[in-house]
Antibody, heavy 117, light 104 residues
């Protein structure tokens, strides 16, 4: 059964960028979309965007347009989320989640990104 | 964008009791899911399509509702059910409710 394995925690300076990876282990992305969702400390869930790896099409939440880029490497079944112009409010756990028919049937464990000077 | 409002924010109950969680949508939708999240863990899918239980989810979890009013019911709370629950609209836009914490 496929598992989603995410890259490790990051500490970044304000104004810099961060890239988080999400690899399908024990399977492939196949035709499922991969979504990125973040959760600030003690807060709720916020959708950032998605990619359909098989064709490379993306869709982003309006509030992250221009600041987030989601890509995928089909050859390695790995998706990437890059967030630029980081600020302290971007400190959060970033999850990747695989579509199961619109809803998210499988989630990665999350990657903590801390933005601090 | 559909806004989801969950209530109550916190639900204090005891094991064996029934839990009823509400999610209200600002516009009609049929694409409504429920997730459970425990501290330090990723969310887990419970219910999709408002009322379909995901694979492996115990029958004590049930979802109901339509259009703008949805409910997640846990018939008899087990100790492992104390967690935060989120509803999720997954149509053309993607939004989450703010969560309901079910605590002892």
């Amino acid at each position: 059964q496929v598992q989603l394995v995410q890259s490790g925690a990051e500490v970044k300076k304000p104004g810099s960028s961060v890239q988080v990876s999400c690899k399908a282990s024990g399977g492939t992305f196949k035709s499922y979309a991969i979504n990125w969702v973040r959760q600030a400390p003690g807060q709720g869930l916020e959708w950032m965007g998605r990619i359909m790896p098989i064709v490379g099409t993306t869709k982003y939440a309006e509030r992250f347009q221009g600041r987030v880029t989601i890509t995928a490497d089909k050859s390695t079944d790995t998706a990437y989320m890059e967030l630029s112009s980081l600020r302290s409010e971007d400190t959060a756990i970033y999850f990747c989640a695989r579509d199961g028919g619109g809803f998210y049937s499988k989630w990665g464990p999350g990657t903590l990104v801390t933005v601090s000077s | 964008e559909i806004v989801l409002t969950q209530s109550p924010g916190i639900l204090s109950l005891s094991p064996g009791e029934r839990a009823t969680l509400s999610c209200r949508a600002s516009r009609s939708t049929s694409y409504l899911a429920w997730y459970q999240q425990k501290p330090g863990q990723a969310p887990r899918i419970l219910i999709y399509g408002a009322s379909s239980r995901a694979t492996g989810i115990p029958v004590r979890f049930s979802g109901s509702g339509s259009e703008t009013d949805f409910t997640l019911t846990i018939s008899r709370l087990e100790p492992e059910d104390f967690a935060v629950y989120f509803c999720h609209h997954y149509g053309s836009s993607q939004t989450f409710g703010q969560g309901t914490k079910v605590e002892i």
